[in-house]
């Protein structure tokens, strides 16, 4: 009997391993696909927020991911990754969501050379446009269009009253038409530094949502939107807006582990900065789509990098690395630069950066936007690469004379949506002056207090003070700062921390509470 008992157990035993092995395995909706349940799968590669990351950098730190990711693979490793895919599904689409070409020391060669060689040997069918992808001017924006082997669609972004891109594309795939369009955040002349944009709108999202599905409705079997949105704008859009099978998001970089579903839209998001190339399997029965199956791909193995997107690849990056592999100090500590720190609270780099600022410029106080700072510089010695992938903006120092009211206004502003440290590139960090913030407050009403030199902030003086130009011309919305008056321009940012890095030699930055917050109940 105790024998039989044992069979049993391990019988047991066995058929929950395989049971485990199967659903860990075993596709269930492409078995259903190969029995006939569904007579389509199309596979959507999902690429964002790539923002020029053409090589493979191991300093990612878990900047945008869900997870912790300590690897950004770069196009060549991505573009591995999409073969692999195309070779198991031949009925593929690869859709980029935007903030392609802009954002590192490679991207900055003759603006976006490289970024735009590499994208080319991608495989992508089509990318709408980033608020980043406007850095090097809208005029360019137009080149690299013309430069492309694919289209940038953009439904809303317009040109002297007109659309300035091509507003959708149908696409046969397999036995399916799909139609695709996208949009663009209509922030993105706010969210960038170029100020090279006259004539140029980005109109409603709803509105033209509206008129895509309008014009699409019939013609496609399934309607794709490719967004630079945001999620949260792409939600407020489903919920008005009937029509649209799968969002593929960008703009805010998070990792969705799984589809979200809002009415009969499907949601999806791939991170950014390179660490992971999504896919989203649309399932087909009776004519409709009626399943989407979402995931990420990752690898860290750089053995797998496509040899022909490396190639160019490391052209670019040899350039970068020569111009600016000087030594100008040493840290002993990481100095901090990841993503949601510096939009959300006080930094170590964000203190040196606008010492840095503050004291070039002879300034009383800096106000710098968190969202400029874009990568921690690794402790060690500090080369100009290093800071060119902590600042990759061209952005320069200013010097402006600003009435306090405005200080008090601006900073206000910078802590409205706190304590999200995602999309809140606004968050300032200071030098010179110290502020507190009540995080239970609403919007609007967070600002405790002010103090430079130990007493309040006098809201009537003016003070000279050191800024960039991407704020000093409304960048973020602070048209607060466009009422100063400009004293004087000075030089990149990026070359205002290497110059005060030189002088110090050997530097280090310590959380000193310049930004304090209270009641945190919020976060």
């Known amino acids: 009997m105790k024998s039989y008992k044992n069979l049993i157990v391990i019988g047991v035993l066995i058929f929950g391993i395989a049971v485990f092995l199967v659903a ?126 694919f289209p940038i669609l953009s439904a809303n972004i317009y040109k002297d009253g007109k659309p300035a891109f091509q507003e959708y594309k149908i696409v046969k795939v397999g036995g399916k038409k799909i139609g695709l369009f996208g949009m663009t955040e209509q922030n993105a002349l706010i969210n960038t530094n170029s100020r090279e944009t006259k004539g140029v709108t980005l109109e409603d999202p709803v509105r033209i949502a509206n008129k895509m599905v309008s014009t699409l409705k019939g013609k496609v079997d399934a309607i794709v939107l490719i967004s630079h949105l945001g999620d949260d704008i792409d939600r407020k859009v489903v919920k008005q807006v009937d029509g649209i099978d799968l969002i593929l998001c960008g703009h805010h970089h998070f990792l969705y582990e799984k589809a979200d579903k809002i009415n009969n839209t499907y949601l999806v998001e791939a991170g950014g900065y390179s660490t992971h190339v999504g896919l989203a399997d649309m399932y087909f029965k009776d004519g409709k789509l009626v399943k989407v199956v979402w995931s990420s791909k990752r690898t860290k193995d750089k053995e797998k990098a496509d040899p022909i997107v490396n190639k160019v690849a490391e052209k670019y990056h040899a350039v970068a690395l020569e111009s600016s592999k000087v030594v100008v100090g040493k840290t002993k500590e990481k100095l901090d630069g990841f993503r949601s720190n510096v939009r959300s609270k006080e930094t170590t780099l964000a203190n040196l950066l606008c010492d840095a600022m503050r004291e070039t410029a002879g300034a009383d106080l800096a106000l710098m936007n968190g969202g400029g700072i874009r990568e921690s510089i690794p402790a060690g010695n500090i080369n100009l690469y290093a800071i060119g992938k902590s600042l990759p903006f061209v952005n320069s120092l200013v010097t402006i004379a600003l009435k306090g009211e405005n200080i008090y206004t601006a900073v206000e502003r910078g802590v409205r949506l706190y304590p999200d440290g995602g999309s809140n590139g606004g968050f300032l960090q200071v030098s010179g002056i110290k502020y507190t913030f009540d995080a239970s407050k609403p919007a609007g009403k967070r600002l405790v207090s002010i103090t430079i030199n130990g007493k309040p902030l006098d809201r009537e003086k003016y003070y000279k003070v050191a800024t960039n130009d991407y704020l000093y011309n409304g960048g973020d919305g602070y048209d607060e700062l466009k009422e100063g008056k400009l004293l004087s321009k000075g030089e990149l940012l990026k070359d205002v921390l290497a110059k005060y890095i030189k002088e110090k030699g050997d530097v280090s930055a310590k959380i000193e509470g310049r930004i304090k917050v209270i009641n945190e109940r919020y976060k």
């Open 24 to 149: 860990k395995y075993v596709n269930f909706n492409d078995l259903l696909k190969s029995v006939g349940y569904y007579e389509e799968k199309i596979s959507v590669v999902s690429t964002a927020d790539i923002h020029g990351h053409i090589i493979f950098d191991e300093e990612a730190g878990g900047y945008y991911s869900l997870d912790d990711v300590s690897v950004m693979m770069g196009m060549p490793l991505m573009k591995n990754l999409i073969d692999d895919i195309k070779e198991k599904n031949k009925n593929t689409l690869v859709l980029d969501s935007g903030d392609m070409f802009h954002g590192t020391n490679e991207a900055n060669i003759n603006k976006a050379e490289g970024v735009v060689q590499v994208a080319n040997l991608m495989g992508f069918d089509a990318m709408t446009p980033g608020n980043h992808d406007f850095n090097f001017g809208y005029d360019r924006l137009v080149q690299i269009k013309d430069e492309l082997r």
